[in-house]
């Protein structure tokens, strides 16, 4: 049983104000594992208050101070890989085979943030005028608890390859996983109050982040609901906004497809990181005159993958976050199948020989029409959905009729009609014939799915304010 009793404002970890604590479960077998004393409005204000005192200075550090900085992060986030790893199978359950690039993945964003500084400009010329690049000042970052670490982390990166000074948010969800990074982050040795770390609820420290007047920046990443909220007041004080949100991210297998290729990678991208990801392909859009062929793929497929003990390296499903994200994921398999949707693998329950731990079966619908629920809501689990279409024109129109537009895959060994179809689906990242992350491409959504870029230098411009500076030079 852990006890985590401190967060992390001015270089030290102190005692918090607020004095609730929140249980940390294991999701796979529902114990407690430990327990975490939440910040409250009192711990975001002393936060915010180090965050803005070490500004001025910090946001007069070189280029190269910054880069320094960034690989001694680095390096520290590397040397508490396996600890971090353990954490994130036990308290958040990723199956180890997902769980160790999640790990490795909070530290190689900091390198992918100093690489991409090297050869950014700050300075630069728009006709007669000077342009330069200024950082906006205090960044209030709130992330989730899908992938606690690498949020924390790329956030964090951006932030201070810009100059900004950071207050982070974090999920109290992922406290163990929280400690882990702070610790390590610490020990690089960076001045005080350049980043500050406040675990508390949404409502409170999240809320008063986004209200206070001396943070100029709010990055977000969560559900679309909550990105709602944050912008309405953030507006109070015009800060400026970066929301990644939700997602009901398309497949379009083309009538093409090598199915032997297709099927797989289809089920990759939609039970991803268990299902609990924004970028999940959840619905699959296949050509009508090769549904039936296709629902046997799946069904044959689906059958080979393992949903249970995340330790076991044959494990590709783990279990859902909570009992909250469990119920909620059983309440849509109840909607599907009540609006007449088509079993094809899966259903409602858990796993068979699965008796505890917030397992869900990997689920697949077919007979879905566009207009179902659970082709229109973000479910966040492993549940996915066949939509037939007629034609390539119609893939297309089914692809972009949603609220969303975070990102969409294309399945075809022709790669120009491929990209042809890429051209027109409305997603802020279209991933052809690959489920491959690429950090220097901007990633952020289209539509309800978010504000704003992160990742490489539209990442960096998310946390910057040109000032132009007109005269004689």
């Known amino acids: ?39 409250d409005a009192a711990d975001a204000d002393a936060a915010i208050a180090a965050a803005k005192r070490a500004f001025p200075a910090f946001s007069r550090a070189t280029k190269a101070q910054r880069i320094e900085m960034l690989m001694a992060l680095h390096e520290a986030v590397v040397a508490r890989e396996d600890a971090l790893f353990d954490a994130i199978v036990e308290e958040y359950g990723a199956p180890v085979s997902r769980g160790r690039w999640m790990a490795q993945h909070a530290s190689s964003v900091l390198s992918d943030a100093a690489k ?14 000077e342009v330069t690049m200024q950082p906006l000042g205090v960044a209030g970052l709130i992330t989730p608890w899908n992938s606690d670490a690498g949020f924390i982390c790329g956030k964090l990166a951006a932030a201070l390859a810009t100059g900004c000074t950071a207050v ?4 109290e969800m992922s406290a163990i996983q929280t400690r882990i990074v702070a610790e390590a982050l610490h020990s690089a040795g960076l001045p005080a109050g350049l980043f500050n770390i406040v675990t508390g609820r949404g409502d409170i420290v999240g809320a008063r982040i986004a209200e206070h007047p001396d943070v100029a920046k709010i990055s977000f990443t969560g559900s679309t609901a909550v990105g709602k909220t944050i912008l309405r007041t953030a507006a109070e004080t015009l800060k400026r906004v970066t929301l990644e949100l939700g997602g009901k991210s398309p497949v379009v297998v083309l009538d093409d497809a090598n199915f032997d290729e297709a099927v797989p990678l289809a089920l990759q991208a939609g039970f991803m990181n268990s299902g609990q990801a924004c970028i ?25 993958i393992q949903a249970g003990d995340p330790r076991d390296t044959h494990t590709s499903v783990g279990p859902m976050v909570s009992q909250k994200q469990w119920e909620r994921v059983q309440r849509y398999i109840g909607i599907g199948i009540d609006e007449g949707a088509r079993l094809i693998a899966g259903g409602a329950g858990r796993p ?10 990997p689920t697949v619908f077919s007979g879905v029409t566009n207009d179902m629920t659970i082709a229109r809501e973000e479910i966040f689990g492993p549940v996915l959905s066949i939509i037939a279409y007629r034609d390539t024109e119609h893939a297309i129109e089914i692809a972009n009729d949603t609220p969303y537009g975070l990102q969409a895959y ?9 990209r042809r179809v890429a051209a027109q689906i409305e997603a802020g ?43 004689v030079f």
């Open 1 to 39: 049983m852990q006890i985590i009793d401190k967060i992390y404002i001015d270089g030290a970890f102190v005692t918090p104000h607020g004095e609730e604590y929140f249980d940390l479960f294991n999701p796979a077998t529902e114990a407690v594992i430990g327990r975490v004393r939440l910040a």
């Open 116 to 129: 991409t500084l090297e050869n950014y400009a700050f300075t630069r010329r728009a006709g007669t005028a």
């Open 168 to 171: 982070i948010k974090p999920s």
């Open 280 to 304: 999940a392909g959840t619905r699959i859009l296949v050509p009508q005159s090769r549904l039936v062929e296709f629902e046997a793929s799946v069904e044959k497929a689906v059958a080979q």
């Open 352 to 361: 068979d020989g699965i008796d505890s731990g917030w397992f869900v079966r």
């Open 410 to 418: 294309v399945l075809s060994p022709d790669i120009e009609r491929a």
């Open 429 to 471: 990242r279209v991933l052809v014939n690959t489920l491959t992350h690429e950090p220097a491409a901007p990633f952020g959504g289209f539509k309800q799915s978010g504000i704003g870029r992160e990742y490489g230098t539209f990442g960096i411009e998310a946390f910057l304010e040109p000032k132009s500076t007109l005269g």
